[in-house]
């Protein structure tokens, strides 16, 4: 247990639509961070959130955006949604200090049909 | 541009034989790298860091070396178990703290 919650686990949406996944981050941790990871491939890095601001951004369209809430939960919305987007989105939090374990929660499956 | 290898294949292991995992990465200068397994349909989990200054880790039945002149690291797992069947994932820290950019990872299959 990581104590990094994701919601919903598993969706299907319909092409153009937009979603919204949630994160709870671990206890005390003041950073979280996106990824995206498509079947097959490694995780790849979408943002990260730092006390509520957008700290690094990776080679993601603007139409995924995010938010971190005062208690450090966040989410991330994407808009337009396209069939490549379908993959297993990954939340990863952690306290903001270099090499400090980052957890990782369980993820949600997004399916884009 | 950045780039971390990892062997593409699967790595087929009897239990009890040592497995080794490869990455390998291109312009990056780490302060530190990390492993993480991950199991199907499941995040990714943390398993070891070592620091660039270190050139091996141990943490009970898994060791890590870095190479940063290789610029190489090796997973071992030793006396493998059916349990360690999963893949593992290498990562960097790219241009920013926390920013993340992992190897696309290896499947181990440990078999009895």
């Known amino acids: ?113 | 541009s950045q780039k971390i290898e990892q062997n593409s294949e699967a790595l087929n292991i009897q239990e009890g034989k040592t497995a080794t995992l490869t990455c390998n990465y291109t312009n990056y200068s780490p302060a530190y790298l990390q492993w993480y397994r991950q199991d199907p349909g499941r995040g990714p989990v943390f398993l070891l860091l070592i620091r660039e200054n270190e050139k091996e880790k141990r943490k009970e039945r898994l060791k890590v070396t870095f190479d940063t002149t290789l610029k190489q690291s090796l997973f071992h797992i030793t006396a493998s178990q059916p349990a360690d069947s999963a893949t593992y994932l290498c990562a960097l820290e790219s241009d920013s703290w926390g920013k993340l950019q992992f190897g696309a990872g290896t499947q181990v299959v440990v078999t009895p």
Not at chain 1, 23 to 37: A, F, K, L
Not at chain 1, 38 to 67: H, K, M, T, V
Request: charged letters at 15%.
């Open chain 1, 1 to 113: 247990e990581t104590g990094v919650t994701q919601s919903p686990t598993h969706l299907i949406k319909t092409r153009g639509q937009q979603v919204t996944l949630r994160c709870s981050s671990q206890s005390g941790h003041n950073t979280v961070s996106w990824y995206q990871q498509a079947l097959g491939q490694g995780p790849q890095f979408i943002f990260q959130y730092y006390r509520e601001e957008e700290n690094g951004r990776g080679n993601f369209p603007p139409r995924f955006s995010g938010l971190q809430f005062p208690n450090y939960s966040s989410e991330l919305n994407v808009n337009a949604l396209e069939l490549d987007d379908s993959a297993l989105y990954l939340c990863a939090s952690s306290f903001r200090s270099s090499g400090n374990t980052i957890y990782f929660g369980e993820g949600s499956w997004l399916t884009v049909v």
